[in-house]
């Protein structure tokens, strides 16, 4: 009987009792364990399989996981080849997707009863007896207390897992600058909740691996959270997510679909990804080639829809900068519009419009961190489309640049673009 096929499957554990399709992807738990670094930050662009990866790592660090050990890992890399530090941690792990935005009031209470529920989890997990400050206003003050608390309750250290950290700051961004700020800078609540984390990192939290789309928040959280190594362009890691060419032939070979007129529809409408300046190999967008083979064996040719719906959802995201950009000089338009905000609608527009034109755009650098207390300049502006998966990178000896990976994203700027054109 074939493996099934795990579109859309995020629970490690499941994927591999159920008989999924797998590729191994162990061997980066021993690469990141030889960073010798202990705060890392990964960002990718969504669906591409981190929220799978970090439940990999905490599967294999897990305490409660020991005795499961061989049965999950056994003969994938990291089983041949375990580190010092498999099954040696209790397991925190927090999601941030789904937060609430509508309002300031909201945003927090929303934000606050997801602290709440990853400690419920983590409670229940290890049959602690703490208390959860769940009366607490503050989403800081309920961390800080917990943190307190449990490093007299437990014999090894927290890995902390943090998925989606900037999720509800992306919606933010697309239509409430001023809630956006409030929430992260200096003073504001997050900042707080962070700079908690980094006083349990003194104590009891011994490692961190933090997900995410964009370095949207990075600056203002570092400035009182400045203990994270961004390794998201670092060419060891271009292909930790995200499929090579020869792992996809070997997908389609095994599901017997394998051709190469199928291959190389495949290859320009998923393709074409680069995470890494230095990169010489580019990957595949791992959901939408699950979700391309996962139509053929059921009906027998590639999806007519290109993107799966709930990818598409999310691509509508761009459809916020296209709305939010300026493409005229309408002196009645500028003058309803604040200067400032004027001036970032006139970038925006400029740089999707060069890009709609020429399928890439020139950069010298690329931003790591998205400044919060001005208004996003233009290589900012370029940079989160890549973090977004709407551009990728691309280098011919000196020069380097950011261009459209493939024939969906140029789908979506054409989609997205052509009321202005």
């Not at 292909?239 to 529809?265: A, C, D």
């Amino acid at each position: 009987m074939k493996k099934k096929i795990p579109y859309g499957e995020q629970n490690f554990e499941r994927l591999r009792k159920d008989n999924y399709y797998y590729i191994d992807r162990t061997q980066y738990i021993e690469k990141l364990e030889n960073l010798d670094e202990k705060y890392i930050v990964f960002l990718r662009p969504r669906k591409f399989g981190k929220t799978l990866f970090l439940d990999t790592l905490g599967k294999y660090y897990d305490i409660n996981y020991k005795n499961k050990f061989e049965e999950l890992f056994g003969d994938l890399y990291i089983g041949k080849n375990p580190t010092p530090l498999k099954n040696e941690y209790y397991i925190l792990k927090m999601n941030f997707s789904g937060v609430q935005t509508e309002n300031k009031d909201i945003l927090v209470e929303s934000f606050k009863n997801k602290v709440i529920r990853a400690l419920k989890n983590f409670k229940n997990d290890y049959n602690l007896k703490i208390k959860i400050e769940k009366e607490l206003t503050e989403p800081a003050d309920i961390i800080g207390s917990f943190l307190d608390d449990v490093k007299e309750e437990i014999n090894k250290p927290i890995y902390l897992l943090i998925d989606e950290y900037d999720h509800f700051a992306n919606e933010l961004l697309s239509f409430n600058l001023d809630l956006f700020r409030d929430s992260v800078t200096k003073h504001g609540f997050v900042r707080k909740f962070y700079e908690e984390i980094k006083k349990g990192t003194q104590t009891i939290i011994e490692r961190i691996f933090m997900t995410g789309v964009s370095p949207i928040m990075l600056d203002s959280l570092t400035s009182g959270f400045n203990i994270t190594m961004n390794i998201t362009i670092e060419k060891d890691f271009n292909r930790m997510l995200g499929f090579t060419k020869e792992e996809v032939i070997q997908l389609l070979e095994y599901y017997e679909i394998y051709s190469e007129k199928l291959f190389k529809i495949i290859k320009e409408y998923y393709g074409g990804y680069k995470f890494s300046w230095d990169a010489t190999e580019t990957v595949y967008h791992p959901n939408m080639i699950f979700y391309s083979i996962k139509e053929y064996l059921s009906k027998g040719k590639i999806p007519e829809k290109i993107i799966d719906d709930d990818t598409e959802k999310y691509y509508e995201r761009i459809k916020n900068l296209f709305e939010f950009a300026i493409y005229s000089d309408d002196e009645e338009e500028k003058s309803n519009i604040p200067l400032k905000e004027y001036g970032l609608r006139r970038i925006i527009g400029d740089k999707l419009k060069e890009i709609c034109e020429k399928e890439e755009i020139f950069t010298n650098e690329l931003a790591t961190k998205i400044y919060s207390d001005y208004m996003p300049n233009a290589k900012e502006i370029k940079s989160l489309l890549f973090y977004e998966g709407f551009l990728t990178l691309e280098k011919e000896g000196i020069k380097t640049y950011l261009k459209i990976p493939n024939h969906s994203m140029k789908n979506v700027f054409l989609k997205f673009s052509e009321k202005y054109y």
